[in-house]
């Protein structure tokens, strides 16, 4: 197997060796002469988990910049949805690996996706050495027989990478999707053991909506239908009340925050302090970089943090530590992916960052720092699976 | 006078050559081989207006991570005040030194900073070559001769770098200093021809204390003592209701527009389409690095767009293109300072954007890349009253 010597970085504080073996962390204090089959010197710098990143459209980073401060309504009817129909298998892989590159080199090695053409993302994955989970995007509008290859798709599967790219099932929202499909994305993903990955109560009008077709709230709908349980990941969540809050944690679903994409959209501001108290697990997504605009989980993390406290009115609300959890360990418990921190055994995903950035000096407070401060200038070495990726 | 040359750089989506004359923009469409004393490559680069911050306390960029997630009583009393009762003139210094290195490597050339022991900051803003407005801080607290000495100051100073550095009047806020004080302050500012940096309406309390205390908002009763002006700039002007709007408006007073800072200590948020209908001029300020917890302007860019658009629910207000001129141009002319676009005859102060980095691409929308995508990574060259200062 193959080893790795991290020499002489900071961890919790203190400088030390890390040892990595295969994908994992062998030893967190290894002997400065470990004979090893590559030395990173890691002099400046502190290792710190990477990011994972919930909730994404990658290949729509080709349409960063295309159309921005209008109401969602002609945003996507006139500039959107006419760009996207226009795309090619190319342009996917472009835009993928547009959004790949610029995931790691701001500290990203996870995310969870949702497009279409998703073989070229996966291309891109395998070769850039990350890890995602890629949706299958079920949408009422797709004739039968493409579904039906979908779900063949899910059914035959294999892993190219054996270990760093999953599926998942993603019927779309409950607008594009009826009930019949969602019961059969639900019963084909507890079939073959998957995550689903969906969009729920994003705006007001979805809600309303809702309401009005099914009469019950999104959330409310879908657990009626059955489809909630822990292996659900659900972005955006913002119009919920506080006994959808219950439910959600109930039933184990994931929360896939994006605050950039909903402020930028003025879609409404998520409850953290709702969903925290509920006890539901909250995770940071960048969305498209077309609604955020970009995919850095290092500023959507500090939005979180201060969207949370303005919004409750409360400065201790979501602190750095929390923030930093949610956008790294979070994602990562949410996927069943076993990383997310700097521990022996744990999967070796990381990110080095130079403690001589100006934006990271002085350090009374590294998470803070990372958190509040730095930006990707500050990255200096990016690890996945136990490779430097960066 | 000292001529540079900027080849083959992006502006307005052409590419050109760009002669800066002494601190000027000369020609923005010379000739290539036009015969300069230096000459600076701006291939793969486009020009923009640098960076106007209007409201910092950058030797506070020392207590950056000191003390985060807590409520302001205790975070200032128990942390930041004692922390600040330590600090030496070395400690300002360096500070300062810290300050000003971040903002350059921000691609900011101008802050107006409130803050004492200034003749430390004065001289790393000389040593630097970047412009700032240094504020003399008035407080009730200081003793009858520590006033005396900062009005001696004021009559006496001149400018070492001849251009670079104006002086403030700086009456603290509402709560901290007297109306005799208030009155005095804006005597002196007249007399001199000096511009006011005063905090104002920042928190809910101020407002509170001072309706108790003078029976009038800190708007009125300052506009009642005659304070209000074109030469004051006013740091947060969070809890205003619509007359007062009216009365900066009408005053011509500048906002300093705080946008981090107030989240992040939950203080409340600034209404810009009140103040934007009421046609108050309104700029970008980062606050002190202990509250921010950077000086990072495109940063505070984003935040400003997003949490307008958040707070009123209307996507379409302030655009990039708006966040931008806030950012920039709106700061220079506050300030009197004849800088913050790239145009003939105004002073040279700008920044060149990779266009290869990674967040910039593709390009749609320049201006929308730089406020909602970019970080200081994709900043390549600074310039400031015509010299290159990164």
Request: charge should be negative; proline fraction near 3%; charged fraction near 20%.
């Amino acid at each position: 197997m193959n080893t790795l010597l991290i020499k002489n970085v900071l961890l919790s504080g203190r400088k030390t060796n890390i040892l990595v073996k295969g994908n994992r962390f062998e030893n967190l204090d290894a002997p400065s002469d470990t004979v090893v089959d590559n030395v990173l010197d890691g002099e400046g710098t502190a290792i710190l988990p990477s990011f994972f990143n919930t909730h994404t459209h990658a290949a729509m980073s080709l349409l960063r910049g295309y159309a921005d401060d209008m109401p969602l309504d002609k945003w996507l009817t006139e500039y959107i949805w006419p760009f996207e129909n226009k795309m090619t298998a190319l342009d996917i892989r472009n835009g993928s690996e547009l959004a790949v590159r610029e995931m790691i080199a701001s500290g990203t090695t996870f995310f969870s996706d949702m497009y279409f053409d998703i073989q070229e993302t996966i291309d891109i994955v395998q070769k850039y050495g990350i890890r995602a989970a890629i949706g299958i995007t079920f949408v009422e509008s797709h004739s039968k027989s493409e579904q039906k290859d979908k779900l063949d798709m899910l059914e035959n599967w294999v892993d190219p990478t054996g270990g760093r790219i999953m599926l998942t099932v993603a019927p779309h929202a409950v607008y594009t999707v009826s009930s019949e499909l969602f019961v059969k994305c639900a019963d084909v993903a507890r079939q073959h053991n998957l995550k689903i990955h969906v969009h729920l109560s994003e705006t007001e009008k979805e809600v309303t909506d809702c309401k009005a077709q099914h009469g019950l709230t999104p959330v409310r709908y879908l657990d009626n239908l059955g489809v909630l349980g822990p292996n659900v990941i659900a972005a955006h969540v913002v119009h919920i009340d506080e006994e959808e809050a219950e439910i959600l944690a109930e039933r184990g679903v994931t929360v896939a925050h994006c605050p950039c994409s909903n402020m930028k959209l003025s879609s409404g501001h998520l409850n953290y302090a709702l969903l925290e108290k509920a006890g539901c697990r909250v995770t940071i997504g960048t969305d498209g970089a077309c609604s955020s605009n970009n995919l850095d989980m290092r500023e959507a993390m500090k939005f979180a943090a201060l969207l949370a406290k303005d919004r409750s009115g409360n400065p201790q609300l979501m602190s750095a530590e929390d923030a930093f959890r949610i956008a790294t360990r979070n994602g990562a418990e949410a996927f069943g992916i076993d990383a997310g921190a700097i521990e022996k055994g744990k999967l070796a995903d990381a990110v080095l960052v130079d403690m001589n950035n100006i934006k990271m000096q002085p350090c009374h407070n590294l998470i803070s720092n990372w958190v509040y401060s730095a930006d990707s200038s500050a990255i200096s070495h990016v690890l996945c699976d136990g490779k430097i990726i960066l």
